[in-house]
């Protein structure tokens, strides 16, 4: 059975206090407008042997002025301070949208670039050791996880949408939008693209898997075994770190490699690149990956002793 995933975007009362807001206002003015047209009609019917009202405009005639030009002032005055309250609000809500929660122990965050093209999604993730993978028209995250993403496109405008998450963001060439939300509940969505962008936009669709925290730590790592197995078909680096000092065979020079750590030593270490967030633990007498971005010149890899090697 398909269970649709909870999702709040921002906090789910600012977004409903907006919409209700905006509906509120909507219903007002719709119901003052035809109110007003329905009492005309029936009011101001053409009636047979009625007297043409007096003031009733001919062709060529410029309408004759009624009430007065204070009532217009009222009215406008009126419609310009409702608009700057609806736009204050709105640019309060944007920003809430932009600008994710901050990211720490208790309130848990990951990372993924979504790229719309012709026609489908890719979804761009970093996994452990800082490996690069990517999905294709699926994506998988973590259920009471923020989640930020970049939006972009690789080819033309889009829109990145998910109506039950009240959603939506454009993907447009060249530009990177970007967007928080939080999914809570486990279950499954679908993201489509709501800008019609060619004659294969109505399949635009991608699967949304909101899984557990423990289930997304293994997506992660087996896809980054993955992405690491098919890096080493084309470039491996192998290291071994006894404990103390730390020796580095083979180089990498220019491009993207999988550099495999093995720790001889007696205690679990960790290695990192110089200049990167991404890291590996390694326990004793265990090997593990680290990803090693193409770049020109000497990379340097620290271990937690604080020994180093280069990759070159
Ligand atoms: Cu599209």
């Not at 994506?139 to 889009?158: A, F, L, Y």
């Not at 991608?206 to 899984?211: E, I, L, R, T």
């Not at 967030?277 to 004793?284: E, H, K, R």
Request: hydrophobic content about 45%; glycine content about 8%; aromatic content about 10%.
């Amino acid at each position: 059975m398909l269970v649709i995933a909870d999702v709040t975007s921002v906090s789910e009362d600012r977004w409903s206090g907006l919409f209700d807001l905006y509906l509120t206002i909507a219903l007002i003015v719709g119901a003052l407008i035809i109110g007003w047209l329905l009492v005309s009609l029936v009011r101001y019917r053409a009636r047979p042997g009625a007297p043409r009202p007096p003031d009733a405009p001919l062709p060529g005639m410029l309408q004759p002025e009624r009430g007065t030009v204070l009532f217009s002032w009222i009215i406008a005055l009126t419609i310009a301070a409702i608009m700057f309250g609806l736009a204050f609000s709105t640019i309060h809500a944007v920003d809430a949208i932009e600008n994710p929660p901050p990211n720490d122990p208790s309130n848990p965050s990951i990372h993924v670039v979504v790229t719309g093209f012709q026609f489908g999604w890719k979804y761009n993730y970093t996994g452990e050791g800082g490996v690069p993978f990517q999905t294709i028209t699926e994506w998988t995250i973590p259920v009471d996880t923020v989640i930020t993403i970049d939006v972009k496109s690789q080819d033309v405008w889009h829109n990145f949408a998910f109506p039950n998450g009240r959603i939506r963001v454009d993907a447009i060439p060249g530009e990177t939008n970007h967007l928080w939300f939080k999914a809570t509940s486990i279950g499954e969505d679908r993201n489509a693209c709501v800008q019609i962008c060619g004659a294969g936009h109505a399949t635009m669709h991608a699967a949304m898997h909101v899984v557990s925290q423990a289930d997304f730590k293994t997506f992660l790592h087996d896809s980054s075994q993955a992405a690491y197995k098919t890096l080493a078909g084309k470039s491996l680096v192998n290291a071994t770190f006894d404990g103390s000092a730390f020796a580095i065979a083979g180089h990498a020079a220019g491009k993207a490699s999988a550099l495999n750590v093995t720790n001889a030593g007696a205690q679990p270490a960790t290695f990192h690149l110089q200049g990167s967030d991404a890291s590996v633990t390694v326990q004793p007498g265990q090997s593990g990956y680290l990803y090693i971005p193409a770049a020109t010149g000497t990379q340097t890899v620290v271990a937690s002793s604080g020994a180093t090697g280069t990759v070159s």
